[in-house]
Structures are given as structure tokens and as C-alpha cells.
């Protein structure tokens, strides 16, 4: 842990913006510790925790006071989706608890510079043919946090793995679906 937190001190020695953690979700007690060892060591760049959404609040609480910037994926809201594409069970339920944890945490994003410094980005990826999916996860986010927190509508999908096992979205978002979900 050391070794890292000299990294990350590093890194901003050398003008890093931010600390971005992707994806470390299987590591967070090690990282909370890191991270606060940096923060007494004179870390003050924003901490990003990059995640795909589907982790437990008793996780992320962990990191409380240590992350500034969260910035989760919100992937479905069927649960019939999650299974299926990712062998998610539960994801909605999960993630969407997992947001209301992390807004609270750092709340609605500010920006300085042009850079973020503090707050909550929710990433959803349209996948084609479900419009309707994407609609019931803005209308959760529009419903369940404020106006402030910033949302990034991803049309950018490519089929890749294994896609030929689910015709539905093997092949990319056409700009129509993008722009009825605008």
C-alpha cells in the first residue's frame, strides 16, 4: 500500500488532474487505506472511482471522505437485461442503491478549471433495441437524484463479445434510437 500511495503522490508531482481507480471494486479495502495514506502523505487531486455500478453499499462506504469524483456506470433496469448480457442478477437493485450511496457521499458535481473536482457522473450505455430500457433508467436517475447530477447518454456500442449469440444487438445504436432517447 505503500507503494501505491507513493504513486499516487508521484503522479501528482508530475501534474495528474486526478487519481482515476477503474474498476476496483474487488480491492476497495486496500485502496481506502491507500488512499487515506496518501491524503496524510499531501494527496489533493480528486480521487476517481471508475465503476460498472453493481457494488455493495457497505463497499463503497468504505470509502467515504476518500473518493471525490464517482463515476458509475447505470448499465440496465431489467433485471431480465442483466442476466442476460452480463449474468447480473439483481443489477438494478444493486446499482441503483449503490448511486444513492455515492451521491451521498459527494454529491452533485463541481467543476473548476474545466475539471471536476467533486461529485457524481452516471454513465449509461444505450445498447439497439432497447429504448425502452434506457428510458426507465433516466427516468430513475430524473426521479431519484437532482437535475445537478450530470449524465453521460453513451451511444457508442460496438458488438463484440459473443455478440452473435443475441442477434438484438449485434450491430451498433443507430443515431434514431440516440436521439428519440435525447
Not at 487519481?19 to 491524503?39: D, K
Not at 457521499?105 to 457522473?121: E, F, N, S, Y
Not at 445498447?127 to 436517475?141: A, R, S
Request: charged share 20%; glycine share 6%.
Amino acid at each position: 500500500m505503500e507503494k501505491l500511495a507513493a504513486i499516487f503522490l508521484s503522479l501528482q508531482d508530475k501534474g495528474a488532474h486526478n487519481i482515476n481507480l477503474v474498476s476496483g471494486s474487488h480491492f476497495t479495502p486496500c485502496i481506502a487505506e491507500t488512499v487515506s495514506l496518501a491524503r496524510r502523505n499531501g494527496l489533493v487531486v480528486p480521487v476517481i472511482w471508475n465503476s460498472n455500478g453493481y457494488e455493495s453499499v457497505s463497499s463503497l462506504r468504505m470509502l467515504d471522505g476518500l473518493v471525490d469524483v464517482y463515476l458509475p456506470d447505470l448499465k440496465y433496469f431489467s433485471d431480465e437485461l442483466a442476466v442476460r448480457y452480463s449474468g447480473a442478477p439483481s443489477y438494478f437493485a444493486t446499482a441503483s442503491r449503490a448511486i444513492a450511496e455515492m451521491f451521498r457521499q459527494v454529491g452533485a458535481p463541481v467543476i473548476k478549471g474545466g475539471l471536476i473536482q467533486k461529485g457524481l457522473i452516471i454513465r449509461h450505455l444505450m445498447l439497439p433495441g432497447h429504448l425502452n430500457d434506457t428510458k426507465k433508467v433516466l427516468g430513475w436517475i430524473a426521479t431519484h437524484l437532482p437535475k445537478t447530477v450530470y449524465v453521460s447518454l453513451m451511444a457508442q456500442y460496438i458488438p463484440m463479445h459473443r455478440t452473435d449469440n443475441y442477434p438484438e444487438i449485434n450491430h451498433r445504436l443507430s443515431r434514431r434510437q440516440y436521439d428519440k432517447a435525447l
